[in-house]
């Protein structure tokens, strides 16, 4: 399988950027469709973008269309979220996950072959 490993949280300000990674190892990422959720405090985790491993689909959860931004690079096996005009619910633990031929919209949890271990993006107000 698949080992992922998520960088690049941080504590910013309503308004600022941040871009986060995920690094992958064992397995080439071209096989993968590569998938980031979050889990706010007190909440379940949710779906926010997703990129197919072949087309080039992309899909994201109503919450965070235009203003993030998901894209790979498959010969660095790392998948990107460029986040913009970040807000204070926008704060959660940020996880990437990887399934085998997966599209670009979220599966079920258990669906998936690996996750990382997180990254903590805190917003504030």
């Known amino acids: 399988q698949v080992h992922l490993v998520e960088s690049g949280g941080g504590l910013v300000q309503a308004g600022d950027s941040l871009r986060l990674s995920c690094v992958g190892s064992?397995?080439?990422?071209?096989?993968?469709?590569m998938h980031w959720f979050r889990q706010g405090p007190g909440k379940v985790r949710e779906f926010v973008a997703g990129?197919?491993?072949?087309?080039?689909?992309?899909s994201y959860a109503d919450s965070v269309k235009g203003r993030f931004t998901i894209s790979r690079d498959n010969n660095k096996n790392t998948v990107y979220l460029q986040m913009t005009s970040l807000k204070p619910e926008d704060t959660a633990v940020y996880f990437c996950g990887a399934r085998e031929f997966g599209g670009p919209d979220g599966y079920t949890e258990a669906s998936y072959e690996s996750w990382g271990q997180g990254t903590q993006v805190t917003v504030s107000s």
């Open positions: 990129s197919a491993w072949t087309d080039g689909r992309t």
């Open positions: 064992g397995r080439p990422f071209s096989q993968y469709g």
